[in-house]
């Protein structure tokens, strides 16, 4: 602890020369309308800079000053205070959700919300995870947005963009120290131009946290992590015709182990698990399990490039994206020596290229037309070991000791895609937008499992390969191939009912790609296992409807937005009732509710900003969903989801925050924020059992700064879920479980939200 303090007071050492040297040349502070007032916010959501206020789109900015200010380090931490967006863990994927649809467990999927970094596509989950740093703003459109990000994203899109370099030099350090969780963040930005008309932009990070979750089998605190952070930036900008960027990123961030805890233990489960086979089911953030390892490392480099032909811009956006994963999980999440060892690997490379032509704005007719090419190609590697341990278990479990099922994955894709939007002004009051985009991908897949004997394994071979076919697991080779068309049209109808009050109506059309069952354990059509696996999986679409109200005055703004969204064929993983999921296109659902939000200055210093969303989502056609612990299945084997709400997608979500900055001397000043992010109650199991549930609850945070005025220095202290609230993410069965216990007990899991932190963080700049 005392090395961590010894580095915040360095870093903030040496910019105090700077803190000094530098006053007469301090930025200028973000744009406010005159003295007082609100500040404007410009997106990017529709391809050009904007006010928030005049798009047609249900939408949030978080600015990067708020994730700073709040020592925020990724997508996940931020989601919390964006209603209608859930981010979460699972064991072994991670999911973006808007208005409670995302993407299941299964790496052949593609994500449902669509992440973009700079213009470039982010499509993979474990990305989620990427460090944001010196980030310029995120941006969260909710409902499909086919036209302009295209294709997946079908319930949204998160839209990222990192600062660019500037013509006169600065700096900045910051050092951030959360001391019950033991959190140290370090980062830097140096900007500034290195000749006439090249400026360049460098950022560094670092950060490292014990855990909150205490691992009793392993004696340490959980989860660990080890995240570095690397960016550059070079802007070529001569004031000719021609401008460009180039931005470099590399990113390697580990983690041990999750905050993942078992609880509600049910039957006779804690009488069996006891002995050498205990299981801890209190949830006291004290846990015990065999291991979780994460390393994900990450390069991308994009160019970025405008030039002027006549009065219009052509945009070229180049990207290479290389990513990989290497994962160890328990995936018993138990002590026991059950299922520890599972191997996940995933290597990725993507290659895109866009060109666009966008009119110079302003005009009667305005538009944005161009092409996409994104190829990509994906190896996935899937472990799964069955310990030794089950060697004592007596027959059937017996043949299954020291095996593993080792499933290889390749696939290969190849998407071009044309999009076009234009916007007629009809009157000076009223416009009317009208967009498509044409998609035409092709994938190419192959999947093989073998099941291989260990050293220690004493069964035959036909006995072993028995017992996994009686698990619907079975050796197989299986390969494809898939080619897509789709057409996603949008329209929109705005009219300014005043100089500050604009109304919108909106139709589109959003598709997800189609792809291939990476995890399933069998072929479709097998005759030798009880419950065949599967293979391909077809698209799935959604219709939107939208309408709107967005005013926005001197002192006051707000945005009033009402969705019907209805979608087909959704791609979901069913259960198969032994150790498998296998993906299916086997649901229909509804999704209609209200978002509104708010700013409001009150008065020299003082703003009030809030949100709230009401989500009505229900299956209307899901028959073959998982059934939960003593639920009684249907003829079919599955449980009926239809009329259901889905997992993780609470009616009621939002947050209310107070800001207040007054200066207290000539040269100094105090900042103040208080925050409420709240959620109404949700089940946390995708197979939406009861046991599950998340009572509502309100997470409170502050922030208590002492600042120059020029906003040089600044030294601030940092509460997050002050209240303390226990908060279950995700849950799922104990795996195992009901085998063991023969069916009359179980127990749960999940990851568990971080509970109270406070930090205090330093900041220098010049």
């Known amino acids: 602890m005392k090395s961590y303090f010894v580095a915040l007071l360095t870093a903030s050492a040496l910019a105090s020369p700077g803190i000094a040297f530098a006053q007469d040349t301090a930025p200028a502070p973000e744009s406010t309308e005159d003295q007082g007032g609100l500040e404007e916010i410009i997106v990017t959501a529709q391809k050009r800079a904007e006010g928030l206020s005049d798009v047609p789109i249900s939408i949030s900015a978080v600015s990067g000053k708020q994730v700073e200010s709040y020592g925020q380090t990724n997508l996940e931490q931020i989601s919390s205070s964006v209603p209608n967006l859930k981010i979460t863990q699972t064991a072994i994927a991670n999911r973006i959700a808007i208005r409670g649809i995302a993407s299941g467990d299964n790496k052949g999927f593609e994500q449902s919300v669509a992440m973009f970094v700079d213009g470039v596509y982010y499509g993979r989950d474990q990305l989620s995870r990427l460090p944001l740093i010196d980030m310029e703003r995120v941006e969260v459109l909710r409902g499909p947005q086919p036209t302009l990000f295209g294709k997946n994203a079908i319930a949204g899109a998160v839209n990222i963009t990192t600062r660019s370099p500037t013509d006169e030099f600065e700096g900045s350090v910051t050092g951030l120290y959360e001391f019950n969780h033991k959190e140290f963040q370090l980062n830097g930005v140096l900007s500034g131009p290195l000749s006439d008309g090249v400026e360049a932009r460098v950022v560094g990070y670092y950060r490292t946290m014990d855990g909150y979750f205490y691992n009793q089998k392993l004696d340490r605190d959980e989860p660990s992590v080890d995240e570095k952070y690397v960016r550059g930036k070079i802007e070529f900008d001569k004031g000719g015709p021609f401008a460009a960027e180039l931005k470099l990123e590399y990113a390697d961030f580990e983690a041990k182990g999750q905050p993942r805890d078992v609880f509600g233990a049910v039957g006779n489960y804690n009488t069996v698990f006891q002995g050498p086979f205990f299981v801890s089911t209190n949830p006291d953030y004290v846990r015990e399990d065999n291991g979780y390892e994460s390393r994900n490392k990450v390069f991308g480099a994009t160019l970025n490039a405008d030039l002027e032909v006549g009065e219009h811009t052509l945009t070229s956006v180049s990207s290479l994206l290389d990513y990989k994963t290497r994962e ?136 072993v390969t028995a017992v996994f076919r009686a698990l619907n697991i079975e050796a197989h080779s299986v390969s494809g191939k898939l080619s897509e068309d789709s057409f996603n049209p949008m329209v929109n109808v705005q009219y300014d009912a005043t100089d500050d009050l604009m109304l919108y109506a909106s139709f589109a059309r959003g598709t997800k790609a189609g792809g291939f069952d990476i995890r399933s354990n069998s072929l479709p059509g097998s005759t030798t296992v009880a419950k065949p696996g599967a293979f391909m999986f077809e698209d799935e679409s959604a219709d939107n409807f939208e309408a709107g109200l967005k005013y926005k005055g001197r002192n006051i703004a707000f945005n009033l937005s009402l969705y019907r969204t209805k979608y087909k064929d959704l791609q979901v ?194």
């Open 573 to 766: 993983n069913i259960f198969d009732g032994t150790l498998n999921f296998n993906v299916r296109n086997a649901a229909a659902a509804t999704t209609q509710g209200v978002e509104a939000d708010f700013r409001a200055a009150i008065a020299d210093g003082l703003t009030i900003s809030g949100a709230v969303a009401y989500l009505d989502f229900k299956f209307t056609n899901f028959t073959d969903g998982q059934c939960y612990y003593l639920q009684v299945p249907g003829p079919n084997g599955f449980c009926d989801y239809s009329g259901k709400r889905n997992a993780l997608s609470p009616k009621w979500s939002g947050n209310l925050n107070l800001d207040y900055t007054t200066p207290v001397t000539s040269d100094l000043k105090v900042a103040f924020n208080v925050n409420a992010d709240f959620s109404s109650s949700y089940i946390a199991a995708a197979n939406l059992d009861p046991r599950t549930h998340q009572d509502g609850y309100v997470k409170l945070g502050a922030r208590l700064a002492l600042a120059q005025v020029g906003d040089r220095w600044e030294v601030a202290l940092i509460g997050r879920n002050l209240t303390n609230q226990r908060i279950l993410q995700t849950g799922s069965a104990m795996p195992l479980a009901t085998t063991i216990t023969r069916g009359a007990g179980n127990a749960y899991n999940g990851i568990v939200d971080r509970p109270r932190t406070i930090a205090v963080q330093l900041t220098g700049r010049f």
């Open 328 to 463: 160890i999980v328990d995936v018993d999440f138990s002590g026991i020596s059950f299922l520890d060892g599972t191997n996940l690997r995933e290597d990725y490379r993507q290659y895109s290229q866009e060109l666009r032509l966008a009119s110079p704005g302003g005009e009667t007719f305005n538009y944005i037309g161009g092409v996409y090419y994104q190829h990509a190609k994906l190896d996935v590697q899937d472990f799964t070991r069955f310990n030794p341990t089950f060697l004592a278990l007596g027959a059937p479990f017996s043949a299954l000791g020291d095996t593993r099922n080792d499933r290889d994955y390749t696939q290969k894709s190849d998407l071009i895609s044309a999009f076009a939007q234009g916007e007629l002004s009809v009157t000076d009051q009223l416009r009317i937008t009208a967009g498509a985009r044409f998609n035409h991908e092709k994938k190419s897949g192959r999947r093989t499992l073998a099941i291989v004997k260990g050293p220690l394994s004493t069964a035959p071979l036909p006995v």
